[in-house]
């Protein structure tokens, strides 16, 4: 930095800039750029002078942005993002033809000369004044580099971006001043290497190491004479010398660069006339950037890991900060994505359901006791072409999912089971469980206002065949999956232990409310994201412990050439419910594999439990499952949820009715057979369920599932997305509005089983 003498007067650096402020600003130095007289901006010398004086004496120089890659849990690459796509290098990693045909071109005495080239301004003011107009620019390439500095500054922002490039007197006199400040403390070779690192090569290509990448499919180091005088000539009009739209231009900007490479001595004539008879030589690599472009359909889940990254407060605490450090790039992100879980994944969707199909599908496996996303896929891929979408069916809306999550019919009920068990219900309770009946009311609420089943109509619910008459125990109303019990239980220990064991297990609606308190939630009548439910599932896989989902291992960030670590979010555990009610839903839910609904989702290889739904007038068909050390959840349906799966084609497999064991769970169980392949087959710790009387009797064939009819939100909602009857019965006619936001996209939905269109 620039120093005052000892007797306090001003250094020769800084009388200099004194002088320049008061003589060339004023005027000379504003040769390269067209404005009216300084009279007519009212900025006299004195103005100029004291502008100067009045500048901040340091530059701040933000970091330069990067791009950011994601990686697998293995290190392999999934995608690479950025805001502009750039690689920092060292000056002795960029080629010498490359150094010297960017100063041959841009500022041929940039080694001779101090921030301002005076020779250069007067020949410039000499040949403009000849022309009558600008012909010629004067500024040098330390200007040059200041001005990339406050146009990275500015970032995306237009309104900044248009203030750091404007022509006025006001920015020349800032950059001039910047300029002689960073001449004195960094040095030519240093400036050189920033402004080779910063300056726009076009093709979204920033620095001339993805220059290079670009248009050469190389690193900057193996430029050579004529790769390097093209890349030097796009710089000062990267849209007019792009040489992918426009061959002949960029060909005679790069011989014009070749040319003053001779003049200026830094090669022959010779070789620059040899030189110009050579084609172009493009090897273009386009541009990769984004999740769209994520290996394996990982796309949803990059996308993911962005909103991960923006939204948790672990990187910034405002919005603002975060969105900064994500544009910023340099990340190299690690995740908890497992190429082989994700590669089943996809597999598993690809041979099942197909992109073309009316419904969809939507696949996450979570790890149990860590919370670590393995795999997140789904059937109609990322994009914004037919059958292409950009929503994340299997997460949240805030984390770019659907309005609300789908509902998720009967895999709501093993969390009704966990709450009475917790509550000290025997595993053989027993309920009448008949064919159909009214709600039962009043049921107690955390709240202590009982809700009642009231109106002009009562709500009712029946189960998915006439057949299934109780009484029942647990163990065989699980495996059938009978409404009627469940809504029964639930009406015994009352709401609040359910909401309790639901807050336990993170369970909440798609849109991030907590589930309402009403006895319809027992037959799952709430939209909730297939993350939300693997995750819940994976605390019974763990004994009761349930962990936050994460999908961050690690995060260093490049500035410059210095690496740093960021902190990042880790998974959460807590005691959800306790070892032996964990244990016995295991048991209860690997009795669904074995012999009730879920025949079809069963692994041959190792213990494996879980639950079908199937949700009113089967609009949404699920199967969440788990073995000891993998936890998953599988969504089919409509997005827009129009669309009843019946009499319906999917993967090219017709289906008078969709179940959750037909259609969900062999997705489920061959994405789940990949992921497993080579790990190790723990087993459950199982415990002793007394049998009944009637428990060798008809077990169900996995078919008499669970259609859940019942309408029991006093109004609102009955199992399906919020209300309506199926396949018989009566139901009152719903007396809500429907929310705002509600319907995406659709001139159907609302009430009558229609559900809204949910993207």
Not at 486 to 491: D, L, R
Not at 734 to 758: C, K, L, T, V, Y
């Amino acid at each position: 930095m620039p120093k005052k003498r000892s007797g306090g007067g001003l250094s020769p650096t800084q009388q200099a800039a004194k002088f320049l402020g008061v003589s060339v600003l004023a005027g000379a130095v504003m040769a390269g750029i067209a404005l009216p007289a300084v009279g007519a901006l009212g900025l006299a010398a004195k103005g100029s002078v004291e502008s100067f004086d009045e500048l901040p004496a340091n530059m701040k120089t933000p970091p330069l942005s990067q791009r950011t890659t994601i990686l697998d849990a293995k290190g392999d690459r999934i995608a690479t993002v950025y805001s502009r796509d750039r690689t920092v290098v060292d000056l002795k990693d960029i080629s010498p033809y490359m150094q010297k045909a960017i100063v041959a071109i841009e500022d041929a005495r940039f080694y001779q000369h101090g921030a301002v080239d005076l020779k250069g301004v007067l020949r410039a003011l000499n040949r403009n004044a000849q022309s009558g107009g600008v012909a010629e620019g004067a500024s040098t390439l330390t200007q040059q580099y200041v001005k990339n500095v406050f146009v990275e500054e500015a970032g995306d922002d237009p309104t900044k971006v248009a203030q750091a490039t404007q022509q006025t007197l006001g920015r020349k006199i800032r950059e001039l001043k910047y300029a002689i400040q960073v001449e004195e403390e960094l040095g030519k070779k240093k400036i050189l290497e920033n402004y080779l690192n910063i300056t726009f090569f076009g093709q979204q290509a920033y620095g001339v190491e993805a220059a290079a990448q670009r248009y050469f499919s190389k690193s900057a180091k193996d430029l050579d004479l004529q790769e390097s005088a093209l890349l030097a000539g796009i710089v000062q009009s990267p849209s007019r010398y792009d040489p992918v739209n426009d061959e002949a231009e960029a060909t005679k900007r790069r011989n014009v660069v070749l040319q003053r490479m001779a003049e200026v001595g830094n090669i022959s004539q010779a070789e620059a006339d040899e030189a110009m008879e050579q084609p172009l030589g493009l090897k273009v690599s386009r541009p990769q950037n984004g999740c769209i472009t994520a290996v394996k359909g990982a796309s949803f889940f990059c996308k993911y890991v962005e909103r991960v990254f923006k939204n948790d407060p672990v990187f910034g605490k405002t919005k603002e900060e975060r969105a900064k450090v994500w544009n910023q790039g340099g990340l190299t992100i690690r995740t908890t994505l497992d190429p082989q879980a994700q590669e089943s994944v996809q597999d598993s969707l690809k041979d099942h359901v197909n992109q073309d199909d009316q419904v969809a599908a939507a696949t996450t496996l979570v790890e149990p006791g860590t919370g670590r996303i393995l795999g997140m896929g789904q059937s109609k891929p990322f994009g914004y072409g037919k059958n292409e979408t950009e929503y994340n069916y299997s997460v949240d809306a805030s984390m770019g999912g659907s309005n609300y999550g789908f509902p998720t019919g009967s895999t709501f009920k093993p969390f009704v089971a966990a709450a009475a068990l917790e509550e000290g219900r025997p595993v053989t309770q027993e309920y009448s469980a008949p064919y159909d009946m009214d709600y039962p009311s009043p049921v107690q609420t955390c709240s202590g206002k009982p809700w009642v089943n009231g109106g002009p109509q009562k709500a009712t619910v029946e189960n998915e065949d006439e057949s299934e008459v109780g009484p029942y125990r647990l163990r065989e109303a699980m495996e059938k999956s009978v409404n009627t019990y469940f809504v029964q239980m639930i009406s015994d220990i009352g709401l609040c232990p359910v909401v309790k064991m639901t807050d336990n297990l993170h369970v909440v609606q798609g849109n991030g409310e907590k589930l309402p308190e009403v006895p319809a939630i027992s037959l799952g009548s709430k939209g909730i994201s297939p993350l939300t439910m693997a995750t819940a599932y994976a605390a019974f896989a763990s004994r009761g412990m349930y962990c936050t989902p994460i999908a961050i291992e690690s995060i260093t960030q490049k500035i410059g050439q210095e690496q740093k670590s960021l902190e990042v979010p880790k998974s959460t555990c807590s005691r959800a419910m306790s070892e032996k009610t964990a244990d016995t839903v295991n048991t209860l839910l690997q009795g669904v594999v074995d012999s009730g609904t879920g025949q079809e989702a069963g692994l041959t290889d190792r213990d494996s439990a879980g639950k079908t739904g199937t949700t009113d007038e089967r609009k949404n068909a699920w199967f969440v499952g788990y073995t000891p050390n993998l936890s998953g959840a599988v969504w089919v349906g409509s997005a827009t949820q129009q669309v009843q799966m019946e009499g319906i084609s999917i993967g090219g497999v017709w289906h008078d009715k969709v179940y959750g064991g037909q259609v969900p769970g062999p997705i489920w169980r061959d994405a789940m057979s990949g992921a497993l392949v080579g790990k190790e087959a723990g087993s459950f710790n199982l415990v002793e369920i007394p049998e009944g009387d009637d428990e060798d009797e008809d077990r169900g064939d996995g078919n008499d599932e669970d259609n859940d009819n019942g309408n029991g939100d006093n109004g609102n909602g009955n199992g399906g997305l919020i209300g309506g009857g199926a396949d018989g019965g009566t139901f009152p006619t719903p007396s809500f509005s429907i929310p705002e936001g509600w319907i995406r996209g659709g001139d159907n939905g609302g009430g009558n089983g229609n559900g809204g269109n949910w993207p």
